[in-house]
């Protein structure tokens, strides 16, 4: 979903009133133009929708309709026909955050067991399948270059509204925060995928997280606190087989864990989430994230 073609534009081509037509900015011109967003996808139970205002504008969290088609079109096309959206937004819970940071605190990093690389093959195939259905909708996709502000940088939610407003997104590539040999034989997701996203031949991790911001926490206007992202993870969950389910979990739902509720979580939450929170999009200041490990957690952490 997008602003009308008459509408005012910038020298990006992304437009400038919010999709509201040159209506004023505010936080219920936001909430209007979220239900425009929706179109038919009811908010879920409990999602938290408060207006807030960003530094490029207001925002109201919402489903966003183009996305949820294009998910449910994919669904049909990978033969999952128990796909669904879920039946509301979850609150996390700290004590069970606590336990899926400890299992992945004690999961083997063992790129080269056949279950561990069977389950990551499969996430990579279908994330590259995901996109390709994600393409459709026409989304504009820029890369952050070396000494470039980042874009998002006040919260994570001008990404969501970045999408709502102009179908754009502006991602961090994986090179920047990955590098050496050893890490790039290791991590299947760390491959090259054999195209090109807004100009860019992209790994197979540069794609993961463009499918993830847009499946996992865009599609239903989810957050990236720890709720959001536990919830960003239940959402996208519903889009993989059982085989990917693994791999995901331990990309998604243990690394963010281990963030809020391990060794590091007390800080961590404080940096990301406090009142002089900082952007996670590019490494926030002090922040310390999981380590990168190959494995699969035990099947119990991918409880629903």
């Known amino acids: 979903m997008a ?4 509408e005012p534009r910038d020298d990006h081509g992304r437009w400038t009133t919010g999709g509201q037509g040159g209506k004023e900015d505010t936080a219920q011109s936001s909430k209007e133009h979220a239900a425009k967003v929706a179109g038919d996808y009811k908010p879920l139970p409990g999602l938290p929708q408060v207006p807030m205002k960003l530094a490029d504008g207001w925002y ?13 079109a994919y669904a049909q ?12 937004y979850h609150n996390a819970d700290p004590e069970e955050g606590a336990k899926i940071a400890q299992a992945f605190e004690q999961m083997k990093h063992d790129p080269d067991n056949p279950e561990v690389k069977a389950s990551y093959d499969a996430l990579a195939k279908e994330t590259i399948a995901q996109w390709k259905e994600l393409e ?13 502000k980042d874009p998002y940088a006040d919260t994570p939610r ?29 991590n299947p997701l760390l491959q090259p995928a054999g195209f090109k996203i ?18 996992g926490h865009i599609k239903e206007g989810y957050g990236f606190s720890p ?27 243990g690394q963010s864990s281990w ?31 999981a380590p990168q490990k190959i494995g699969l957690m035990p099947k119990w952490t991918m409880k629903r």
């Open 3 to 6: 602003g009308n073609d008459d």
């Open 259 to 289: 963030v809020n509720y391990g060794p590091h979580g007390e800080s961590n939450r404080s940096l990301l989430y406090g009142s002089k929170a900082v952007s996670s999009n590019t490494g926030g200041s002090g922040v310390i994230y």
């Open 227 to 253: 709720s959001g992202e536990d919830n960003a993870w239940r959402s996208h969950m519903a889009m993989y087989s059982p085989l990917a389910q693994r791999a995901l979990t331990t990309e998604t739902r």
């Open 77 to 88: 096309s990978a033969g999952i026909e128990n796909y669904e959206r879920q039946d509301r």
């Open 198 to 215: 807004g100009g860019k031949d992209v790994l197979v991790n540069d794609v993961f997280r463009l499918v993830r911001d847009m499946f």
């Open 136 to 148: 459709k909708t026409g989304l504009n996709v820029d890369w952050i270059k070396p000494g470039q």
């Open 158 to 186: 001008s990404a969501e509204r970045d999408v709502s407003e102009n179908n754009h997104w502006w991602g961090f590539p994986t090179e920047g925060g990955f590098g050496s040999d050893a890490s790039l034989r290791d």
């Open 60 to 72: 109201t969290p919402g489903p966003n309709a183009a996305i949820q088609d294009a998910a449910k």
